[in-house]
């Protein structure tokens, strides 16, 4: 069975300060890899996604297949970054497919 | 364009009493995901409905929880009777096309069994 596991519950680090959020993953397949974010009071929503390989808000993530990691990174945390992060990654079963969240990191960016 | 609406937002009923959850899903959008967080524990998946059909509905805890979704438009998910263990929130996600992935979530249920 798939899972992902993200090691930090909570990290806090000062505004301007580098970011990483870990992310690893175990899966039998072809593994895609998400990060999605919740900030305060608001729904889910998709942040990243491996296959696009884009900066969103600043944040990169490189799938690394050798580590089985997918660490999302920031050079320069801003106070607006604080929130819930979950790493997810995508399976497939015959016709149907989910995601397979991990436990999630809630970021607190210090002023 | 509206997104994923869910109804109620909270729910508060006594062990043993039945509940509906209901999911709207952006309009034209096939896949329907219902998943669930329970305290303490990751967010994790409940089933898939490709429009009115069930792909997948490996996640569902057990045969207390039934998953509907007449038409292939809105989603009810029922728990009845509902067990203290069953209190969490549950999210109903959206998406698209298969192949083009992003699922869509919806603010969620928050459900508490007392």
């Known amino acids: 069975a798939q899972r992902v596991t993200q090691p930090e519950k909570l990290l806090s680090v000062f505004k301007g300060a580098p970011v990483e959020l870990k992310c690893n993953y175990s899966?039998?397949?072809?593994?895609?890899l998400f990060w999605y974010v919740q900030y305060s009071r608001q729904r889910l929503q998709l942040l990243l996604r491996h296959i696009s390989r884009e900066s969103i808000k600043g944040f990169t993530a490189d799938l690394n297949k050798g580590e089985t990691s997918f660490h999302l990174k920031k050079p320069f945390a801003q106070e607006e970054d604080s929130a819930m992060y979950y790493c997810?990654?995508?399976?497939?079963?015959?016709?149907?497919?989910?995601?397979?969240f991990g436990k999630g990191t809630h970021l607190i960016i210090q002023p | 364009e509206a997104g994923v609406t869910q109804f109620p937002s909270h729910s508060v009923i006594e062990k043993g009493q039945t509940v509906t959850l209901r999911c709207d899903p952006i309009?034209?959008?096939?896949?329907l995901y219902w998943y669930r967080r329970v305290m303490g524990k990751e967010i994790k998946f409940l089933l898939h409905?490709?429009?009115?059909?069930?792909?997948?509905e490996s996640g569902m805890p057990n045969n207390r929880f039934l998953a509907e979704r007449t038409g292939g438009t809105y989603s009810t998910l029922k728990v009845q009777p509902a067990e203290l263990e069953d209190s969490g929130v549950y999210f109903c996600a959206s998406s698209q096309v298969w192949g083009h992935y992003e699922q869509y979530f919806g603010p969620g249920t928050r459900l508490t069994v007392t």
């Open positions: 409905f490709v429009k009115e059909s069930k792909q997948d």
């Open positions: 309009s034209g959008h096939d896949n």
């Open positions: 899966y039998s397949g072809s593994p895609e």
């Open positions: 997810a990654l995508r399976w497939l079963r015959g016709g149907a497919d989910g995601l397979t």
